[in-house]
């Protein structure tokens, strides 16, 4: 399904938020840093996670009847997408990356020094925006998630080249650096709907396994996805040295010259084109989408707490792209 189908029940409240986002560095009496600016918030990327704090809310606030301020709904979701930006642009630093949404990085263009502080900048400017915010929790939300993502990206360079990773620490990362995001962009959706309790807890874990699902069918493409519809080069993982759940699968699908050899690959990050076909003519594929399948399951699972609305169907259908983005590789 087109992302701009499952946006359609919330085209308002994105179009604001992509209004603040474009006008968030012209308050900056620096050219060069609104240049910057400009050049981040003209090439966007899906925005999922805006969507899932307003698609979140607002199915919140039809089960519960309540009347969401709107605007605290857009200033936080677009807080959330700040929140985003700036982890790309550090993950860019850390992996040497010069391409983002198919052309040039921050890093790639004004040097990591630059790319750095302005990372660091935009993260100021969410929390400048979040600081204003009415509803208790939503700012200790977020800033518990941002400790975790750092822990989660932290976690998964000390293991790079880990060929022995077990799933269960690949899990263990993914919920941390990813999932821990959306399902704070889900939590907060049903604080600022007026949920509490139950509700919070179930579209928070909702999040979680989306997030994981998401993380997931990411690494997957990784491999097996063109230049061009990544946005950016394919087997970024592999010439890092990083192990993901499909390269794991592969290890447990080949025999050992193959193993010898894809560890030999992962180590010095070459071969990814080899490495491609290696996996497709595995069941690595089948079983990194089952992975993918489990988790959408539970997400779809936790939805329950929710009244029927255009807004559950959202994200239901979020679920649903999330687990159909795979499928022509298995």
């Known amino acids: 399904m087109d992302i701009k189908l499952?946006?359609?029940s919330i085209d308002k409240e994105m179009a604001e938020v992509e209004a603040r986002l474009g006008g968030m560095f012209t308050d900056?009496?620096?050219?060069?840093?609104?240049?910057?600016g400009q050049f981040l918030m003209s090439s966007p990327g899906k925005r999922l996670r805006p969507a899932m704090v307003i698609l979140s809310a607002r199915a919140c606030s039809l089960s519960g009847g309540y009347v969401i301020d709107d605007e605290e709904l857009a200033a936080t979701a677009t807080a959330v997408e700040l929140i985003h930006t700036a982890s790309l642009i550090h993950d860019d630093i850390v992996d040497r990356a010069s391409m983002r949404h198919n052309r040039q990085s921050i890093n790639s263009r004004w040097g990591d020094d630059v790319s750095l502080i302005f990372g660091d900048y935009i993260y100021t400017k969410a929390f400048n925006i979040l600081s204003s915010s009415r509803k208790e929790g939503v700012l200790a939300c977020l800033s518990d998630a941002i400790h975790t993502m750092c822990e989660g990206e932290l976690r998964q360079i000390l293991q790079r080249d880990a060929a022995d990773m077990s799933e269960v620490s690949y899990e263990a990362i993914i919920e941390k650096k990813t999932a821990s995001l959306f399902?704070?962009?889900?939590?907060?959706?049903s604080v600022l709907g007026s949920q509490s309790g139950e509700?919070?807890?179930?579209?928070?874990?909702f999040g979680m396994n989306f997030g994981s699902a998401f993380q997931i069918a990411d690494d997957m493409r990784d491999i097996v996805s063109e230049k061009e519809s990544l946005g950016?080069?394919?087997?970024?993982?592999?010439?890092?040295g990083e192990m993901t759940l499909p390269l794991l699968n592969l290890l447990d699908s080949v025999d050992q010259g193959g193993k010898a050899r894809l560890t030999a690959a992962i180590k010095d990050?070459?071969?990814?084109?080899?490495?491609?076909?290696?996996?497709?003519?595995?069941d690595a594929p089948v079983k990194t989408r089952k992975a993918i399948v489990g988790h959408a399951e539970k997400a779809k699972e936790c939805l329950s707490v929710l009244e029927e609305s255009e807004y559950l169907n959202s994200l239901?259908?979020?679920?649903?792209?999330?687990?159909?983005?795979?499928?022509?590789?298995?």
Do not use: F, N, W
């Open 6 to 8: 499952i946006y359609q």
């Open 28 to 36: 900056c009496q620096h050219g060069q840093i609104v240049e910057i």
């Open 183 to 189: 399902a704070a962009c889900c939590e907060i959706g």
């Open 199 to 205: 509700v919070q807890v179930a579209m928070r874990e």
């Open 232 to 240: 950016k080069e394919p087997g970024q993982d592999v010439s890092m």
């Open 269 to 282: 990050g070459s071969g990814v084109a080899g490495i491609r076909q290696m996996y497709l003519d595995s």
């Open 316 to 330: 239901t259908a979020a679920v649903d792209q999330v687990v159909d983005s795979t499928l022509e590789y298995v």
